[in-house]
């Protein structure tokens, strides 16, 4: 008989970039500079993403 052993809890945090030059022109798969918004946007998103990451209780 086996005994279960838990398996440690993992939290993936996805983050959309922010607005790119060009504005809505599909770029596919190279990369376009960000603007200033966009740069702005994504600084604003990752300072988000680790409050929330480092004041969330552990399970």
């Not at 398996?7 to 790119?20: A, F, M, Q, S, Y």
């Not at 500079?33 to 552990?58: M, W």
Request: proline content about 7%.
């Amino acid at each position: 008989m086996s005994i279960p052993v838990p398996l440690p809890t993992v939290r993936l945090i996805l983050i959309r970039h922010g607005e790119c030059e060009g504005g809505a022109i599909f770029r596919g798969h190279c990369d376009v500079a960000p603007t200033e918004l966009g740069q702005q946007q994504l600084q604003q998103s990752l300072t988000q993403a680790i409050n929330r990451a480092t004041h969330t209780k552990s399970e």
